[in-house]
């Protein structure tokens, strides 16, 4: 087995609230990151090797996915009894005419009678000469922060007060550049987390979890089965539902994207909902697309510690604090699982937090479950410079600049999307 970041090797506001021995403690420093062994994605859990596409498909990934759900994302929320699309408003002339744009309200319902609502912000290109591809994916601060339109509506409902989903109407325009996307004849469609559940530990209740269990109001913290990048993620699947009935897109090309601990979710729900034909991590850092083992930046220390556990993740993960080498997956199990689906793993070289390398040697571990199925994987072993990038099935980049999903890394993603998913005429 090979040694050194290959197959068999032994943010910033969060750092700030740090206690300062806890900032001591965190590496950046290349020459401090311990030998280590990463487990093999290839490897059945009986002992055999996985030789194909098939035995991957039919033993392997679902393996993989039961790891990942018992010890780090949580079961799977199942899909509603039923779900009834409310289209709020409609604008035909949207973004300087070049688009329409749609405020959708997605409302699930279960048969015991219990329902839940979250809105959403479709922009499609007007006068596309076929249904075009979308990329989806969900927001931070609200969809009113995700445009300079001043008549789209403001999100962030369940969590009313949180100071950022007072943000200014455009406030993060760039990272979301809708108008390039329409221009280059891609829909965009988002959502924002809060309102699918709020991020914060004491808010089990007010989010779509609600739906399925009961009591949730005396919950805190971290759960036994559940996560809350879970609940995200299913909300992203229910986005994927309305997409299927809107005919003015292309529902078999979707392209989940995520930034952050938004990125983590696009690979968890890329992972569950293979509807998703292109899976995006911008930046995703530690329990999305970097090593754990690596101890770099942000660890599980950090993360799922026991004066901070976080309910982004199942209880189960701060088991592993401590002793990452004995845990029986690392993220480049989860960069697998989009396969053979094209794969994008985004770095910034001011976000050491979220260490860059680590998300690289993801990409390069995860790379031979990809071969199986005749295709290229990342291809090299060697990391690109800042600026650079190696695109393939799986691509990697690094971007000159702080965390942040900005205007180079959508056209890296844009660039991929044509390769892949170039709008078709009819």
Partial sequence: MRKNGLLSLSRPQVFALLPMERKNLTNYDEEKVPPYTLPDPLLLSDGERVKDA??????????????????????????????????????????????????????????????????????????????????????????????????????????????????????????????????????????????????????????????????????????????????????????????????????????????????????????????????????????????????????LATIAGPDNPSYWFVKKLSFWMGKVDEMPFDQHFLLALAAPRPLAVASATLDQWADPRGEFLACVNASPVYELFGLPGLGTNEMPPPGKGIYSTVSYHIREGKHDQAALDWEVYMDLADRFFRPQRT
């Avoid at 499609?124 to 927001?139: D, M, Q, S, T, Y």
């Avoid at 300079?148 to 979301?176: F, N």
């Avoid at 699918?196 to 779509?208: E, R, V």
């Avoid at 991590?281 to 329990?287: A, E, K, L, Q, R």
């Fill in 54 to 299: 098939e035995v991957w498909t039919k033993e392997r990934r679902p393996e993989i996915l039961r790891i990942l759900e018992e010890n780090i994302y949580g079961k799977v929320l199942p899909a509603p009894s039923s779900l009834h699309f409310q289209l709020l408003r409609c604008r035909e002339d949207a973004l300087n005419g070049t688009a329409v744009r749609k405020e959708i309200r997605i409302w699930a319902a279960m048969a015991n009678g219990k329902s839940f609502f979250f809105d959403t912000l479709l922009y499609i290109p007007k006068n596309a000469e076929c249904p075009p591809p979308v990329f989806v994916g969900l927001n931070f601060q609200g969809n009113h922060a995700c445009t300079k339109e001043e008549d789209v509506s403001i999100t962030g409902i369940r969590r009313p007060g949180y100071p950022k989903l007072c943000a200014a109407r455009g406030a993060q325009e760039s990272r979301w550049n809708f108008e390039e996307c329409v221009r280059r004849g891609y829909a965009s469609f988002t959502a924002n987390y809060h309102d699918i559940m709020p991020d914060q530990p004491n808010a089990w209740h007010k989010g779509a979890l609600n739906l399925f269990a009961d009591g949730l109001d005396q919950l805190y913290g971290p759960l036994e089965a559940y996560s809350a990048i879970g609940v995200w993620a299913w909300g992203l699947s229910r986005m994927a539902d309305y997409l299927e009935q809107e005919k003015e897109v292309d529902a078999k090309r979707l392209l989940l994207h995520g930034h952050s601990r938004l990125g983590k979710t696009a690979l968890g729900a890329g992972a569950i909902d293979e509807r998703f034909r292109m899976v995006i991590s911008n930046d995703s850092g530690c329990c999305g697309a970097a090593l754990s083992r690596r101890d770099y930046g942000e660890t």
